[in-house]
């Protein structure tokens, strides 16, 4: 009988311990999610997590590179999926994937959720490029939330 409360002794000293590791375990990874906040993207209208929207997430950010001769053309080129011709301020920009059977093929800028129009050179003379933090661009069901102006998608600009 003195053996088998020994062992029952163990055997609850044994559960007690698993439980404080599992607790210990929780707090842990909690502390982890904390430290990496889950990553936000701008969409439009307001800040959505990148889980959230149906579109792989490419953004430019020039100030990473903190060139002060790269012009806004050249910001707007390097975005996946965005066909840019001409020079200056004659751009030509095409979202490709998305082109309104109505209207033209531009698509619509908005600055710092101001939509401006589908011209490039309003949006070049309106923007300096010094002060832009990042270019995202925005197509098909993203891109709705801007309606029909928004059918041959939309580039969001962010400034300082």
Do not use: H, W
Request: hydrophobic share 35%.
């Amino acid at each position: 009988m003195k053996k088998f409360k020994i062992n029952l002794s163990l055997f609850l000293i044994f559960l007690i311990l698993v439980f404080f590791s599992g607790c210990a375990s929780t707090n842990n990874s909690s502390s982890k999610s904390q430290k990496n906040p889950p990553k936000v993207v701008d969409d439009g209208y307001q800040q959505v997590q990148a889980k959230d929207t149906n579109q792989a997430n490419f953004e430019v950010k020039p100030n990473e590179e903190r060139k002060s001769n790269t012009s806004l053309g050249d910001m707007i080129r390097r975005l996946p999926g965005v066909q840019v011709s001409g020079s200056g301020q004659n751009l030509n920009v095409k979202v490709s994937g998305s082109e309104s059977f109505m209207s033209g093929t531009s698509p619509l800028f908005v600055v710092n959720g101001t939509s401006i129009g589908n011209s490039f050179a309003q949006v070049a003379n309106m923007v300096n490029p010094n002060d832009v933090t990042s270019i995202r661009v925005l197509k098909g069901s993203d891109a709705s939330i801007y309606g029909t102006r928004g059918a041959n998608g939309v580039i969001l600009i962010r400034t300082k």
